[in-house]
């Protein structure tokens, strides 16, 4: 069975548009499927009249917004498939999308495949495979997540990824419930799903590009209901989350040191904004040391890394 799941916020005009590619991408596989929209508390009442207009889909209206991480983990907590979708409501799926990606599964050391996010407006391709990128000596740079590669010599070949974007990530749901789903110290939004791909790395299972499954963004529709400043704050702030999570300790220390440098020219620049980045850090870091300090894992992230890295160094890639 194949579940997917879609978290909203005023997101009623976007799934008129795009849930009939849902549902024409599922009529193509043979299993079983069903459909749930998680609504996070959309004011405009958006949650009541999708229900009345699909009334296939399975609505989950919560009471209070909560964000991206606690509002798609309640319905995938609640979905019932083997495999889970999360998708955005913002993303329309080609009729072949999930087909060409089951195949993937067979393999049992396999959580995650994603396939080729298309701007919906000229085709372009904004995300495919995700390489691991550490800039500088050791741990100074921390990991740089959003490199796209693809095989210059044959595009439409599968690639190991880093992660596999919470856009459209087709996932293994019993690893997914290992995993403790995805983790809700970044609420709203923001790297959630850099974190979840990395910890499954960790455990050693691999998260999958397959270039042929190819689905179409409406680039930043949804998130462009916050305020640019916010955006730019939380994006920032859960960058220290997973290098507090992950780096190991001498790569922390040399990773926040630079951090620490930097400071006082970002304050000359912004120094509410400054004010503000640190009070939400300092309010998250009891959290992040009890989170590290409970969590194992059967592998380090610089071995997770380099496994990555070395099965993507054997293609010619491209890079963009």
């Known amino acids: 069975m194949i579940s997917v799941v879609i978290p909203t916020y005023r997101g009623l005009e976007r799934l008129r548009r795009n849930l009939p590619t849902v549902r ?3 009529a193509r596989v043979s299993e079983e499927s069903e459909i749930l929209v998680s609504d996070d508390a959309s004011p405009d009442g958006s949650g009541a009249l999708l229900a009345q207009e699909f009334p296939d889909v399975q609505v989950l209206r919560n009471s209070e917004n909560v964000g991206f991480s606690r509002n798609v983990n309640r319905g995938l907590r609640a979905a019932r498939g083997r495999l889970v979708l999360a998708l955005n409501d913002d993303v329309s799926l080609d009729p072949d999308y999930l087909t060409v990606q089951l195949r993937h599964f067979q393999d049992p050391t396999v959580f995650a495949v994603m396939g080729a996010i298309l701007a919906a407006d000229d085709g372009r391709l904004i995300d495919a495979a995700k390489y691991p990128l550490v800039p500088g000596p050791g741990w100074l740079g921390g990991l740089r997540s959003t490199l796209n590669v693809e095989d210059a ?58 270039p042929r499954a190819r689905c179409r963004h409406e680039v930043s529709s949804a998130i462009s209901t916050f305020r640019r400043d916010e955006v730019r704050a ?47 850090v300092c ?24 496994d990555i890295q070395a099965e993507l160094s054997t293609r010619l890639l491209r890079r963009f």
């Open 24 to 26: 024409m991408a599922l």
């Open 153 to 210: 010599t044959d595009p439409n070949l599968t690639l190991p990824t880093l992660f596999a974007s919470g856009a459209n990530a087709l996932m293994d749901h019993e690893k997914l419930r290992t995993l403790n789903y995805f983790s809700e110290i970044y609420s709203p939004y923001y790297m959630e799903d850099v974190d979840l791909g990395v910890r499954a790395w960790r455990h050693g299972w691999r998260s999958v590009y397959e």
């Open 234 to 280: 939380v994006s920032r702030r859960n960058r220290w989350v997973f290098h507090g999570l992950h780096l190991p300790g001498t790569g922390l220390v040399a990773w926040l040191l630079v951090q620490l440098l930097a400071t006082p020219i970002r304050a000359m620049r912004d120094l509410k904004g400054e004010k503000l980045f640190w009070a939400q």
């Open 283 to 306: 309010s998250l870091q009891e959290r992040v040391r009890e989170l590290r300090r409970s969590t194992r894992y059967p592998r380090s992230l610089s071995q997770a890394l380099k």
